[in-house]
């Protein structure tokens, strides 16, 4: 539990230090960074990449919206449906790779056997599949 607290704290730490610095906290980071990833992702598939709950995304892809990082298009086959691109503001923060959190999860992983890190990530799958139920 304390490794999971360490971790958890570090996050945040970190998250805080990311919007102080390039503007965008951890979590809206991620979100960019999928968003990079996936364009012209619908809101329900990035809820699942990040394993959340649709609603707790919604207010963050406004906040991303309207400060003009991702861009927001309504389905042509789903009025339902609102998928999102980068904007060039976005793509800007996409690339960033100092100073945020995947920098130093990377670096972390980098220092490992391949092994370890599959096994580690292992744990952390379970941990969360337990903790969502």
């Not at 607290?5 to 945040?12: I, K, Q, R």
């Not at 100092?98 to 599959?118: H, I, K």
């Amino acid at each position: 539990m304390r490794a999971l607290w360490g971790v958890n704290h570090g996050l945040e730490s970190t998250s805080k230090r990311m919007k102080a610095g390039i503007g965008v906290s951890g979590p809206e980071r991620m979100v960019v960074r999928l968003v990079g990833r996936y364009p012209g992702i619908a809101a329900g598939e990035l809820a699942n990449l990040l394993r959340v709950h649709p609603s707790t995304l919604t207010g963050l892809l406004r906040r991303l919206t309207s400060r003009g990082l991702l861009a927001r298009k309504i389905d042509s086959t789903d009025a339902r449906r609102s998928l999102f691109t980068l904007t060039p503001k976005g793509a800007t923060v996409d690339k960033l790779r100092r100073g945020t959190v995947e920098a130093a999860v990377t670096a972390a992983l980098d220092s490992l056997d391949e092994r370890d890190v599959r096994v580690a990530v292992a744990v952390l799958d379970a941990l969360a599949n337990k903790l969502e139920r």
